[in-house]
């Protein structure tokens, strides 16, 4: 008999649910986080993420955890580190307290599919909305109260969005109490002041899309929305299926190869699907409206005419001839042209039609005259005036590199040249986050700072050292505090919004009666101090800012008068290099950047490393007689104190642009009680020979332009810009440095 050998194995372990139940938590957003937009609550999953990868932020190839949208409210995230994951699902519940509001945030551990589900279905009952589609706009001041009346339950009515199908009617949406989802019928009959009767239809979470699919989309109730392609959310494009084995992230793939001004976003693809379904008398219409509706640039010059409704309405719009002003002369303070009607009228235009003169951006100190008169007979004097100068919109202000003035011996004018580059590969990128001052004004956004921190606590021991666990508790509060900066923005806008609709009710509530007339206009009174004191609220920012720019305001600021003294072409963007040959790419712009620089500003040799002594080849010291006291080697050597840091923080100038975490001077001032020991016990731990983390002493290389052609790279000035969190170890250093400096340096 022949014996077989034969191997049993042992039950297969569920590896694979026992991965996913390590990492995964769940996020259910509450109360107002509900109304939060996708992307904004993905980047509030990704803020606690960055705290178990800070020192990998930086690492283009870093992978980060899986973030899938299960429902409108509730998200799964997968998470790379254990660690991370169990402090998110210890901690329960995220909370943010913004203008008196609760953002509420539940945290739950991993959940079987048949959890999850249930979890959405009573997301789904308690978040019910109606949408009232194609409401007439006489109907649309009762559509909130027929449905109090019919249905009963309505809890909040948003802002009207006029439909894009026939643009005379409006969609509403009111937020309604979860039980009203079962009085809600498919329309509501509202009669008219004049006894006719409003047909409106209604859509619900739970009505059937085969038969609302077109007007749903009309209302922005989308089944996929485009924003999957913008935020490129990866998981629910693999979930969409377009045809057979293929998948919505064809849109994705496809969105990624069209230039900017033809994806699926651009102003071309919505023109293209429109102008088709549109009758002949209204694209027209339209047509005429839009002015230049193409992308491309227009040029023309005034001697065609300088009549405002001569001039297409275009951001890609270059104007250049003889203007016969000087903006410079109009411009400046006490010049007796600046009255002129003719130099009103130009700056007027410029104002309407966001035209700017790129000389003077790019050559502030240089008078640039282009026209000569003869010498004058009776005083032997001449008079010199810039006369001709280019014109450009909002989207060429960054594309022109150079204007200069040539001369010319047949004309009194010299001729002027422009050089633009209009052939960008790539828009330009997106910035690091930057702390405005005035969120820190918001008392619940300092005692969330203060909780973290003391919740952060707890994970010293999943890091190597100190200066990581600090890394990791800032990145959070950097990315954080950018989501919130995002909806205290919305928020103000919302509130001055809200403000405007209900003067703008009282005002037309005047007019329908005249017993209420005196209520009415009582009320117009209240609700218009209300807003204004909003925009006395805001004025006082803008000052603000602008008194940190050096520039001082005496009259009232209306947001047109601060975009005009604080332009957003004044902040150069590189578009290209002269560099054999020349660049355009994001990418050959760096590497050039890079090769030039380092070989003008690198102090060490090519062998050399951050870590080399420097001091081994050659010690500036040896040359001195000086010597310290024991006294003096002692307070430059003894531990940092909490009050000196405090000391040194106030000396600080404050204002100043922030590195790449974004916090600035005023962020540390404002919440020194939750970051100052954790600063304190790092910077002790290096003066001890521990370094600072990679967060911390990650600087930014920006390069300012000083003046002249923008293509050379020789007219760039590089500054480093570097952390609050590492400027303020290197200034205490230099405070206790300075003091006995001048004993050691002679005067001369």
């Known amino acids: ?324 002003v000087s903006l410079d002369e109009a411009a400046r303070e006490g010049s007796h042209t600046a009255g002129w009607k003719d130099a009103c009228a130009l700056l007027d235009l410029m104002m309407a039609k966001g035209l700017s003169d790129p000389y003077r951006s790019l050559n502030p100190d240089e008078a640039g005259y282009t026209w000569f008169s003869n010498v004058r007979k009776d005083n032997g004097g001449i008079t010199r005036r810039r006369l001709d100068y280019f014109l450009v919109g909002r989207a060429l202000q960054q594309a022109v590199t150079q204007v200069k003035q040539l001369s010319h011996p047949l004309s009194d004018h010299k001729p002027v040249v422009a050089d633009l580059v209009t052939a960008r590969s790539e828009e330009r990128g997106r910035g690091y986050f930057k702390l405005n001052a005035k969120d820190l004004e918001d008392p619940g956004l300092k005692g969330w700072v203060a909780n973290h921190m003391e919740a952060w606590q707890t994970t010293k021991g999943d890091f190597g050292s100190a200066a990581e666990w600090l890394d990791g508790g800032i990145a959070i509060i950097s990315r954080v505090l950018s989501v919130s900066s995002r909806i205290l923005a919305r928020e103000r806008n919302r509130e001055e919004e809200q403000c405007k609709r209900s003067v703008e009710e009282a005002e037309r509530r005047l007019e329908q009666h005249p017993i209420s007339e005196l209520v009415w206009a009582a009320e117009r009174e209240k609700r218009m101090a209300a807003w204004e004191k909003l925009q006395i609220e805001r004025q006082a920012r803008w000052e603000e800012n602008l008194k940190v720019k050096g520039i001082i305001v005496q009259d009232k600021l209306s947001k047109e008068n601060f975009q005009r003294l604080l332009p957003s072409y004044c902040f150069h963007q590189v578009v290209q290099l002269t560099h054999p040959p020349p660049v355009i790419s994001p990418e050959g712009i760096l590497d050039y950047a890079r090769l030039y620089y380092s070989d003008i500003l690198m102090s060490r040799k090519p062998r050399e490393d951050v870590l080399s002594d420097l001091s081994m080849e050659l010690d500036m010291w040896e040359d001195t007689d000086a010597t310290l006291v024991p006294a003096e080697r002692l307070s430059l050597d003894r531990p940092v104190s909490i009050d000196e840091l405090q000391h040194t923080l106030a000396v600080m100038a404050a204002g100043k642009c922030p590195g790449r975490d974004g916090l600035t001077v005023e962020f540390y001032r404002s919440c020194w009680d939750a970051v100052g020991p954790a600063l304190v016990e790092v910077y002790n731990k290096v003066l001890t020979g521990e370094k600072l983390g990679d967060l911390m002493t990650f600087g930014v290389i920006s390069v300012m332009f000083k003046k002249g052609d923008k293509s050379n790279i020789r007219n760039y000035r590089p500054i480093s810009v570097l952390n609050v969190s590492y400027k303020l170890l290197a200034k205490t250093l230099a405070l206790r440095l300075g003091r006995i400096l001048p004993k050691l340096v002679e005067h001369d």
């Open 1 to 324: 008999m022949q014996l077989q050998t034969i191997f049993v194995t042992a039950p297969k372990l569920p590896l694979k649910e026992k991965w996913l139940k390590e990492r995964t938590v769940i996020f259910i957003f509450q109360e107002e986080a509900k109304d939060l937009t996708r992307g904004v609550k993905e980047d509030l999953i990704r803020a606690y993420e960055d705290g178990w990868t800070a020192r990998r932020l930086f690492n283009p190839e870093l992978r980060r955890g899986r973030v899938k949208f299960e429902g409108p409210n509730v998200v799964s995230y997968v998470a790379k580190a254990v660690e991370g994951a169990n402090w998110l699902a210890q901690k329960g519940t995220i909370t943010l307290n913004l203008r008196g509001k609760d953002y509420t945030v539940t945290l739950k551990p991993w959940m079987m599919k048949q959890e999850l589900k249930e979890v959405k279905l009573r997301e789904a009952e308690t978040n019910f909305w109606i949408v009232a589609l194609r409401v007439p706009l006489e109907a649309m001041y009762y559509v909130a109260s027929a449905a109090e009346g019919l249905i009963g339950g309505v809890k909040f009515m948003h802002p009207p969005e006029a439909d894009r199908s026939k643009p005379k009617l409006v969609n509403m949406k009111l937020d309604m109490e979860p039980q009203a989802r079962f009085r809600v019928e498919d329309h509501l009959l509202i009669e008219s002041p004049k006894g006719g009767v409003w047909k409106v239809e209604v859509a619900t979470p739970f009505s059937d899309w085969c038969r609302n699919a077109d007007v749903l989309f009309q209302a922005g109730v989308r089944w996929f929305k485009l924003d999957g392609i913008r935020e490129q959310n990866r998981h629910e494009l693999e979930t969409l299926s377009l045809a057979q084995d293929v998948s919505g992230l064809l849109l994705l793939q496809l969105n990624a190869s069209l230039p900017a001004e033809k994806n699926l976003q651009s102003r071309f693809m919505e023109d293209s699907l429109v102008v088709g379904w549109r009758s002949p008398s209204h694209s027209a219409q339209s047509a005429q409206s839009r002015g230049s509706g193409s992308r491309s640039s227009r040029r023309q010059s005034p001697a065609q005419g300088q009549r405002r409704g001569s001039i297409p309405v275009s951001d890609n719009l270059v104007i250049t001839g003889d203007w016969n």
